[in-house]
């Protein structure tokens, strides 16, 4: 009898869902704004940033938004392989202005902080690169970091690695010559 007077206590008064009238709280999650990730400036080839240099209606004319095989960049159309049947450059790459990336909702990110844009499609990589699971980090582990963003592992524009040739196995020393080194 006396667990189900608990019971009743702690359902009443858990989640204010019985017609409290009070809304239920807000885990701490929903609540906490996105904390501010100081990374390490992003891998970009010498020479190609700020991307605007090149990519711009003085230069090229007006922008054509349409997918096409373009008349620059083959180093980069050679290795496309990031969902390459579906997307294309303007997919990340901001048309209005060259020297961000953009969200799916349109919003501008800048290169520093391509992971907002890899974290997009890739959620559970996202997540598990902000607690450190994946990706790499360096600092302290109880103080300041800094965080390597997706790109400096990954090439964006063919982001699985290449398979690795395997060493042989080392020689056991059994297997050695007396006096050969």
């Not at 961000?100 to 800048?110: D, F, K, Q, W």
């Amino acid at each position: 009898m006396l667990w189900m007077a608990a019971a009743l206590v702690m359902t009443l008064s858990g989640a204010g869902a019985l017609g409290t009238g009070t809304p239920p709280a807000q885990p701490a999650r929903a609540q906490k704004k996105e904390q501010l990730v100081e990374a390490k400036a992003p891998p970009l080839t010498d020479g190609i940033f700020p991307c605007s240099q090149c990519h711009n209606e003085k230069v090229n004319g007006k922008l054509n938004p349409a997918r096409r095989e373009l008349q620059f960049h083959d180093d980069i159309q050679a290795e496309f392989h990031h969902d390459s049947e579906n997307r294309w450059c303007l997919d990340c790459h901001d048309a209005k202005n060259r020297d961000v990336l953009h969200l799916t909702s349109g919003a501008p990110v800048a290169f520093s902080e391509s992971y907002k844009l890899c974290g997009q499609c890739h959620g559970d990589k996202y997540r598990d690169w902000k607690r450190g699971v994946h990706g790499k980090r360096i600092g302290q582990w109880n103080g300041e970091k800094t965080y390597l963003l997706c790109v400096h592992c990954h090439n964006p524009h063919t982001p699985r690695f290449k398979p690795i040739k395997p060493l042989p196995p080392p020689v056991r020393p059994s297997e050695m010559k007396r006096g050969a080194r």
